[in-house]
């Protein structure tokens, strides 16, 4: 027997992951945002864990992105999404859910004994993202409802370990964060835009990029975004010392990401001359492009077994959430798990990991969409367009294509988006929209 002080701490024992909806990386403090004081408790936990400077969503939208979350899949593995080019407008069939058969991470959990809850503001969250979930819960509401129903549940299971999902929407259009937020980031005098309940934005098909009443417009948007960001922060903050205060917070793995990120306009100028979104909107929100801003997210981990203050260079991916959870959980990961255990590149050194392909696949309008990095070399194709390939080590904004087949790496990024594509295929029927107050909240969010 070992003795006391030579044996492994104990892993942790309970499981909470963070979701922010439409967080994108460059929007958190000690991951190069360009605006002041958005995520202060954010910094604060990763300064006392790992974050992964590389992590990608698998998809620029929530239902595909999630999915591969809860089931450490691909989305051609999943098959969560939606089918051709039209996607979700008007009276187009509902997202294709989770494929029967294929375990969630709650379900697996739940399986192993841990009690099991889930409280989602995001509507699309119905469905098989309830399976495996003790108590499950998806109403549009304020993230500091989400933290009150999150804390309450946890004060009421102290025999059995636990997992809890909270899945925070207000950083997603339409933004109306609580009074005195908008204040923080805006221009001095300027108010938010009015909004009609919908989040279709007035300049969604600008064509001057230069307009100064565009460029107040954008100032305002970026504001409002960032306004929202820092009240969810705030609201984690409060999570996290109500997690202290129920005695949890050192037996708790803490995950934190998001399910996609944003477009302010980046790339306004490419999506138009493209032309292919059904909708006429180009430049801005997200669903529609797989461009950095909408695909790289943050992705924290602290807790049990996590050392303090290490910036991870290497790839990651949502699917890698699962099985990284489990080996710090101490528990055996599926074995048809797609995802990797990010935790032996924070245990050993392994050299190789930013070298590992991350994919990102399932687009919410227009054609379908893949992009694939393997470090610094990103490719990206989109229906009929021109293949795309980015060297965003210097190129990080992604603004000047390159030849895809000039060099090994873009010769071997055409080989996996060719084995990729042709292991695709189609996920289950989702339940009918026959419920009028979620085609509605759909309809509010800009989906329907």
Not at 76 to 87: N, Q
Not at 399 to 404: E, G, I, K, N, S
Request: a negative charge; one cysteine or more; hydrophobic letters at 40%.
């Amino acid at each position: 027997m070992l003795p006391l002080a030579c044996r492994p701490p104990e892993p942790p024992r309970h499981l909470v992951i963070l979701c922010i909806d439409t967080l994108r990386a460059d929007r958190v403090g000690h991951l190069g945002s360009p605006i002041a004081r958005t995520t202060p408790a954010l910094d604060r936990l990763a300064a006392s864990g790992v974050t992964f400077e590389r992590a990608w969503a698998a998809s620029s939208w929530t239902v595909p992105s999630v999915a591969s979350l809860f089931t450490s899949r691909l989305p051609h593995r999943h098959g969560a999404g939606v089918a051709g080019e039209i996607k979700l407008l008007g009276d187009s069939s509902p997202p294709g859910g989770i494929r029967p058969g294929l375990a969630t991470l709650a379900e697996v959990l739940q399986a192993r004994g841990f009690a099991t809850a889930s409280f989602a503001a995001n509507p699309f969250l119905y469905g098989r993202f309830r399976d495996g979930f003790e108590v499950a819960v998806t109403e549009r509401v304020s993230a500091a409802e989400v933290v009150d129903r999150g804390l309450e549940w946890l004060a009421g299971r102290e025999e059995r370990r636990r997992f809890l999902y909270l899945h925070f929407m207000d950083a997603h259009e339409p933004n109306h964060p609580p009074q005195g937020y908008f204040e923080q980031f805006a221009n001095p005098g300027a108010v938010p835009t009015p909004d009609d309940g919908r989040w279709i934005d007035p300049w969604r098909s600008v064509d001057d990029l230069a307009d100064p009443a565009f460029l107040a417009h954008k100032d305002r948007r970026q504001a409002a975004y960032a306004a929202a960001v820092r009240y969810v922060d705030d609201e984690i903050a409060r999570f996290l010392a109500g997690l202290a205060r129920l005695g949890l917070r050192d037996d708790t793995l803490i995950v934190v990401t998001a399910d996609h990120g944003e477009e302010f306009w980046e790339h306004a100028a490419i999506e138009r001359g493209w032309g292919d979104d059904p909708r006429g909107i180009w430049g801005v929100g997200h669903g529609h492009a797989f461009f950095e801003e909408q695909l790289r997210v943050p992705l924290i981990l602290a807790g049990g077994g996590v050392p303090d203050g290490v910036r991870s260079p290497c790839a990651a991916s949502l699917i890698d959430v699962p099985p990284t959870a489990f080996a710090l959980l101490g528990l055996e990961p599926e074995p048809d798990w797609q995802g990797t255990d990010l935790a032996g590149s924070f245990r050993r050194a392994d050299p190789a990991c930013s070298g590992r392909a991350v994919f990102a696949a399932s687009s919410a309008y227009g054609p379908e969409g893949l992009a694939i990095r393997i470090g610094d070399e990103k490719f990206y194709r989109r229906g009929g367009q021109p293949d795309l390939r980015f060297d965003l080590a210097r190129d990080p904004g992604e603004h000047q294509a390159l030849a895809v087949e000039a060099t090994a790496a873009g010769r071997r990024l055409l080989s996996l988006a060719a084995r990729l594509e042709a292991a695709g295929g189609t996920g289950s029927a989702a339940p009918p929209l026959t419920d009028p107050a979620l085609v509605e909240e759909l309809r509010t969010l800009g989906y329907l």
